[in-house]
């Protein structure tokens, strides 16, 4: 696989994570990332599903957007973000990441408006969920909304039509959505 300008591999480690959900969704899938940055993850993307949509979200309009992804500049509690998410993947997503914030009411706020949006047998993944252990020195302006404090609540999408939950310790949450 190719080098890219991102975290999900070196230091993380969550390269194997997304290779294997890669593998299950195959090479068309559509994927949503929330969280762009400079880009290199919307490259990666485009890698591991070479026949699929990639959308990236973003809320700085000076975020990379690589050619060939579609483009959605919103903050990740938007009220309309689902609606814009739908616009770019009128049949659904197979995999939507949640790289943006990582502060738990923001996070848990994404995840209400995008699970929807979900198709059965795909995946949500809340990524850095376990900094505050990991790494100590990650921290949030406010200690009483880090997003490790949140993750249990996603929990409750078990009740709302997932079929599993797994948490990693390099700080995946990956959520299925029943088949």
């Not at 990332?33 to 993850?41: C, D, H, K, R």
């Not at 997503?93 to 996070?107: E, M, N, R, Y």
């Not at 390099?170 to 029943?178: F, K, N, Y």
Request: glycine share 10%.
């Amino acid at each position: 696989m190719t080098q890219f300008n991102t975290d999900k591999d070196v230091p993380h480690g969550y390269l194997p994570d997304y290779r294997m959900l890669a593998a299950q969704l195959g090479p068309a899938a559509t994927v949503c990332e929330v969280g762009v940055l400079q880009g290199g993850s919307l490259d990666m993307w485009q890698e591991l599903f070479p026949d699929g949509r990639v959308i990236g979200v973003d809320n700085d309009p000076a975020s990379r957007w690589p050619d060939g992804t579609h483009r959605i500049v919103a903050n990740q509690d938007h009220p309309q973000l689902g609606r814009l998410v739908a616009a770019e993947a009128p049949q659904g997503c197979d995999l939507i990441v949640d790289d943006a914030s990582h502060i738990g009411h923001l996070t848990a706020a994404t995840f209400a408006l995008l699970w929807p949006l979900i198709r059965p047998g795909g995946f949500y993944v809340v990524e850095d969920w376990a900094d505050p252990w990991v790494s100590p020195e990650v921290g949030v302006a406010d200690p009483g909304d880090r997003l490790v404090d949140y993750v249990p609540a996603l929990i409750s999408a078990l009740r709302e039509g997932a079929d599993r939950v797994t948490y990693t310790y390099e700080g995946l949450v990956i959520i299925r959505r029943r088949p």
